[in-house]
């Protein structure tokens, strides 16, 4: 099992920027990403972004691609998402997850992950 712990989430102005932490504990050693993800309202939850763990590969969704980066500190068993020139369509619980299925290919699929976090709530105001 892996626990995973969301912060960083808050009320931020359009054009703000805000620094989601995700720590990992538990079989930490499985995990071969991370990943992060968002569900606003009355929406599916959307891909964010992700990260492998062994070489810091990432990728990105288009609507974050240029303004989030995920990165990882492996010492400390925390991801991070530094989310800048936020809009007030970026308003949603942002989940952080993890995979401990390895694949060459970087997972951008919900059903991909087999951890989750509680989720931490950013709000964007225009």
């Known amino acids: 099992q892996v626990q995973l712990v969301e912060s960083g989430g808050g009320l931020v102005q359009a054009g703000g920027s805000l620094r989601l932490s995700c720590a990992a504990s538990?079989?930490?050693?499985?995990?071969?990403?991370m990943g992060w993800f968002r569900q606003a309202p009355g929406k599916d939850r959307e891909f964010v972004a992700t990260i492998r763990l062994r070489d810091g590969n990432t990728e990105y969704g288009e609507s974050v691609e240029g303004r989030f980066t995920i990165s990882r500190d492996n010492a400390k068993n925390t991801v991070y998402l530094q989310m800048n020139s936020l809009k007030p369509e970026d308003t949603a619980a942002y989940y952080c997850?993890?995979?401990?299925?390895?694949?060459?290919?970087?997972?951008?699929?919900?059903?991909?992950?087999?951890?989750w976090g509680q989720g931490t709530q950013v709000t964007v105001s225009s």
């Open positions: 997850a993890a995979d401990s299925q390895f694949s060459w290919q970087l997972p951008i699929h919900s059903h991909e992950y087999d951890y």
């Open positions: 538990g079989r930490t050693f499985s995990t071969h990403a």
